[in-house]
């Protein structure tokens, strides 16, 4: 089933378990209470289908595109969402657990943490994110706050040490070590990834590798 293209179907309360998907693409299709278990749905589009009450147990949704999808009491228990789109999805009601991956905040959801920042120039900042700020995370690993304080600039190699950094996205964004930055306009909407916010990761060598 691999790279199927089905369009228009019912596939409600169907037993479709265990079956690779991989790089299908699904246009209005009905996969409610289906049962998709174990499926492989790594790099599959969803256009405008419904997964309203599906069964997602241990599937693998990698890059999947569920823009809009109806996911509403969807049973995601163990699945693998890293890098699935879930823009203005329905997602009211799921059922996860700890196996599920990156359904969860990938951050802190309270207290203050110190995250990491590549700038211009392979320039790393460390922030310390407060506990007031807003901070959120989609799918991946990269995450979002609403302000930090520059706790120090490093080349990556740490051999180097900056008064400050520039935004690779907004050329009037400056970090600079030791001073507050915060963005007026953070988007709350933890599924909009490429969005207003200060983007950062929590570990080092995850900014670095970026």
């Not at 999805?89 to 990156?102: G, Q, R, V």
Request: hydrophobic share 40%; net charge negative.
């Amino acid at each position: 089933m691999q790279g199927i293209v089905l369009r228009n179907m019912d596939l409600s309360g169907m037993d479709l378990r265990g079956i690779d998907f991989s790089r299908a693409s699904f246009h209005h299709i009905c996969f409610d209470r289906a049962d998709l278990s174990g499926c492989i749905l790594k790099n599959v589009l969803f256009e405008q289908c419904s997964l309203c009450g599906a069964v997602l147990r241990e599937a693998d949704l990698e890059a999947s595109a569920l823009r809009g999808a109806d996911m509403r009491a969807c049973d995601i228990r163990g699945a693998n969402l890293f890098c699935a789109v879930l823009e203005k999805a329905k997602l009211e009601n799921c059922i996860s657990d700890e196996n599920t991956k990156f359904f969860r905040l990938y951050c802190p959801e309270e207290g203050a943490f110190v995250g990491y920042k590549k700038c211009c120039d392979n320039r790393i900042a460390e922030l310390l994110i407060p506990a007031d700020a807003k901070r959120t995370s989609a799918t991946r690993s990269s995450c979002r706050c609403s302000r930090a304080k520059v706790l120090v600039i490093k080349s990556i190699d740490c051999s180097v040490y900056f008064d400050e950094a520039w935004s690779t996205v907004d050329e009037n964004f400056v970090y600079r070590t030791g001073e507050w930055v915060e963005v007026q306009d953070f988007d709350e909407d933890r599924w909009n990834e490429s969005t207003t916010g200060i983007h950062f990761w929590m570990t080092r060598e995850e900014a670095v590798r970026y």
